[in-house]
């Protein structure tokens, strides 16, 4: 939570400033703890058992141990930095304390810009961070596990391929592929140093925005669901023994390019930041090449669902459509959103624009 602005502090005050910048970010840290820990929402959530080979867990004591890990770590990188630098953290805590002062003035007079933006990272960092933590954990685990059984079952392959696919293969491959994902995220929200690149230049600060990325996290996306009635399928089940490996060989491959854009981002994947332009990988093709590939994912997923609505009647088949199209509204408008706020900081997402003409779709959209 400690990360850096461009303001070189004095080398005889250096080791005291190196103190203030961590106590800041630990400060804030701890704050961001103790608000996990309270909440009975995440109390619920991180108290998930989880196995790994004869070890058992929950997600809260996995989580426990990467934050005295974090802490030593932020510790290490304050104290050891070649140039400090003003922390994020410290401008936030001098806009809290601002606006806790006098909050009517300070509204309307406003905030400074390294202010705003180390508030905005600091409640950016504050739900994503453990949220990606979390779902790390969760993937270590279950890809470790399924490909444990998978090996094991190695000989099954020939004569049961079906079976095994079914229980452990899809779900090796699928766990592969969310861990790598999730890993550059974690590890982008968690780090942010100069010598990586990785700086938030920039948050976006509109409600439009953080509204519709939020809508696709949890605990929010538990009302996105309610509202649209229906939750993305993971692993969708069609009868036809070749069209369901056909259909989730294609949502692997669609998984797999939505991957391969975090991994092009690298240790500057994070929502709703500016971070520089990647324009590399899949980002060659097309500008949101991770929203093209989840919701292409989740339409193969909604099949069967659909398929069964026409059983019954077109106007269930409909509000199958309208409940599917419904995410995919959510992520135009975030691209929407996200592309507003990146031409806002700079003329670097419009030089991009020029190369790459595409949203969603190369050659048509």
Same mark, same amino acid.
Request: net charge positive; charged share 15%.
């Given at each position: 939570?400690?990360?850096m602005?461009?303001?070189?502090?004095?080398g005889?005050?250096?080791?005291?400033?190196?103190?203030?910048?961590?106590?800041?970010?630990?400060?804030?840290l701890?704050?961001?703890?103790?608000?996990?820990s309270?909440?009975?929402?995440?109390?619920?959530?991180?108290?998930?058992?989880?196995?790994?080979?004869?070890?058992?867990?929950t997600?809260?004591?996995a989580l426990?141990v990467?934050y005295v890990?974090?802490?030593?770590?932020?510790?290490?990188?304050?104290?050891?930095e070649?140039?400090?630098? /003003?922390?994020?953290?410290?401008?936030?805590l001098r806009?809290?304390?601002?606006?806790?002062?006098?909050?009517?003035s300070?509204?309307?007079e406003?905030?400074?810009?390294?202010?705003?933006?180390g508030?905005?990272?600091?409640?950016?960092?504050?739900?994503?961070?453990?949220?990606?933590?979390?779902?790390?954990?969760?993937h270590?685990?279950?890809?470790?596990?399924n490909?444990?059984?998978?090996?094991n079952?190695?000989?099954?392959?020939r004569?049961?391929?079906?079976?095994?696919?079914n229980?452990?293969g899809?779900?090796?491959?699928?766990?592969?592929?969310?861990?790598?994902?999730?890993?550059?995220?974690?590890?982008?929200?968690l780090?942010?140093?100069?010598?990586?690149?990785?700086? /938030?230049?920039?948050?976006d600060?509109?409600?439009?925005?953080?509204?519709v990325?939020l809508?696709?996290?949890?605990?929010?996306?538990?009302?996105?669901?309610?509202?649209?009635?229906?939750?993305?399928?993971?692993?969708?089940?069609?009868?036809t023994p070749? /069209?369901?490996l056909a259909?989730?060989?294609?949502?692997?491959?669609?998984?797999?390019?939505?991957?391969?854009?975090?991994?092009?981002l690298?240790?500057?994947a994070?929502?709703l930041?500016h971070r520089?332009?990647?324009?590399?990988?899949?980002?060659?093709?097309?500008?949101?090449?991770?929203?093209?590939?989840?919701?292409?994912?989740w339409?193969?997923?909604a /099949?069967?669902?659909l398929?069964?609505?026409?059983?019954t009647?077109?106007?269930?088949?409909?509000?199958?459509?309208?409940?599917?199209g419904?995410?995919?509204?959510?992520?135009?408008?975030?691209?929407?959103?996200?592309?507003?706020?990146?031409?806002k900081?700079?003329g670097?997402?419009?030089?991009?624009?020029?190369?790459v003409?595409y949203?969603?779709?190369?050659g048509?959209?």
């Amino acid at each position: 939570m400690g990360q850096m602005e461009a303001v070189t502090l004095p080398g005889t005050r250096s080791l005291s400033h190196r103190l203030k910048n961590f106590s800041a970010s630990f400060l804030l840290l701890i704050a961001t703890y103790l608000f996990c820990s309270l909440v009975p929402y995440y109390q619920v959530y991180a108290s998930k058992e989880r196995q790994l080979f004869s070890y058992q867990f929950t997600t809260w004591d996995a989580l426990q141990v990467v934050y005295v890990i974090y802490s030593l770590l932020l510790l290490v990188y304050y104290l050891s930095e070649k140039h400090p630098q /003003i922390s994020k953290s410290i401008y936030c805590l001098r806009g809290l304390q601002k606006l806790l002062r006098a909050p009517l003035s300070r509204y309307r007079e406003g905030l400074s810009a390294e202010e705003r933006l180390g508030m905005l990272v600091t409640l950016l960092k504050a739900f994503f961070a453990p949220l990606m933590v979390a779902w790390l954990i969760g993937h270590t685990t279950n890809m470790v596990n399924n490909g444990v059984q998978l090996a094991n079952n190695l000989d099954l392959l020939r004569t049961e391929f079906l079976a095994v696919f079914n229980v452990h293969g899809y779900w090796f491959l699928l766990q592969v592929i969310l861990f790598l994902d999730v890993m550059f995220f974690t590890i982008g929200y968690l780090v942010e140093m100069p010598v990586l690149k990785n700086q /938030i230049r920039s948050v976006d600060p509109t409600l439009l925005g953080w509204a519709v990325a939020l809508a696709c996290y949890p605990p929010f996306n538990h009302v996105t669901n309610t509202i649209l009635s229906w939750t993305p399928d993971k692993f969708p089940q069609f009868e036809t023994p070749a /069209i369901h490996l056909a259909a989730n060989f294609l949502l692997l491959g669609l998984m797999a390019v939505f991957t391969s854009a975090s991994v092009a981002l690298n240790f500057k994947a994070s929502n709703l930041t500016h971070r520089g332009i990647i324009a590399h990988g899949p980002y060659r093709f097309v500008r949101h090449p991770a929203y093209t590939c989840k919701n292409l994912a989740w339409w193969i997923a909604a /099949i069967p669902a659909l398929t069964t609505a026409l059983e019954t009647s077109l106007w269930s088949a409909l509000l199958v459509l309208a409940s599917v199209g419904g995410w995919t509204l959510i992520y135009l408008l975030r691209a929407l959103t996200e592309e507003d706020h990146l031409r806002k900081v700079d003329g670097e997402y419009d030089s991009y624009c020029e190369k790459v003409r595409y949203r969603f779709l190369p050659g048509v959209l």
